[in-house]
């Protein structure tokens, strides 16, 4: 049973270029969330979906926006990346929208430059 | 407010030493869950623990224990008798009203042989 992966597993930008992070949920969960985890810090929520759709946001820029697919997987995509978004994106997935324990994948090492 | 306070920042001991992680939490909501997670140097987030509001009763597993205090917001945990591959960071987390987990700053535990 495969749990949550990630992809890439790290990436380097340079500033206001645009990057996409991949995300596979666990197997029977369709409810994918995404975290920031800035060096040194807990993980900040980014954003949740479910059923496709944007359910929940943090506080986060348009700049973040995402897109799940009807195989459940997701996307995050980051436009006019700035320094300080570097940091670990962390994917989650849960088996609904009460609140499960998440399980979270490896992560994505975003550095910008 | 939602906060999650996590006041010991790194906390060292020796192998077969007893250590508990502080965790003190605030939320105004009545029906909340509380989470535990351990970071180790890979990054993945795995999931330890998670209590509802509603569930004080202490909970073992193994070396592990968890001891839930609403009068005090504290869920607190003890690991026993210590190993090194209990270095890792630990996260304290919570949710309320919403699945979207609100995470403390860590703690880093070293565990030295």
């Known amino acids: 049973d495969a749990g949550v992966t990630q992809s890439p597993t790290h990436l380097i930008k340079t500033r206001g270029q645009q990057v996409t992070l991949r995300c596979s949920p666990k197997?029977?969960?369709?409810?994918v969330s995404w975290y920031q985890q800035a060096l040194g810090q807990g993980p900040q929520f980014i954003f949740q979906?479910?059923?496709?759709?944007?359910?929940q946001r943090g506080n986060f820029p348009d700049r973040f926006s995402g897109h799940q697919f009807p195989n459940y997987s997701s996307e995050l995509n980051v436009n006019a990346l700035l320094l300080g978004d570097s940091a670990l994106y962390l994917c989650?997935?849960?088996?609904?929208?009460?609140?499960?324990?998440?399980?979270f994948g490896p992560g994505t090492r975003l550095t910008v430059t | 407010a939602q906060k999650v306070t996590q006041a010991q920042t790194e906390i060292s001991v020796v192998e077969k030493e007893d250590v508990t992680l502080d965790c003190v939490y605030e939320?105004?909501?009545?029906?909340?869950?509380l989470f535990w997670y351990k970071q180790p140097p890979s990054g993945e987030l795995v999931f330890l623990i998670r209590?509802?509001?509603?569930?004080?009763q202490n909970e073992i597993s193994g070396r592990y224990s968890w001891n839930f205090q609403k009068s005090t917001s504290s869920f607190n945990f003890t690991i026993t008798a210590s190993q090194v591959v209990d270095s890792a960071v630990y996260f304290c987390?919570?949710?309320?009203?919403?699945?979207?987990?609100?995470f403390g700053t860590g703690t880093r535990l070293q565990v030295f042989p």
């Open positions: 989650a997935s849960s088996p609904g929208l009460a609140d499960y324990e998440q399980y």
């Open positions: 197997s029977g969960h369709d409810t």
């Open positions: 979906y479910y059923e496709e759709e944007e359910r």
């Open positions: 939320t105004r909501d009545t029906t909340y869950y």
């Open positions: 209590r509802n509001s509603f569930d004080e």
């Open positions: 987390a919570l949710s309320a009203n919403t699945d979207k987990l609100i």
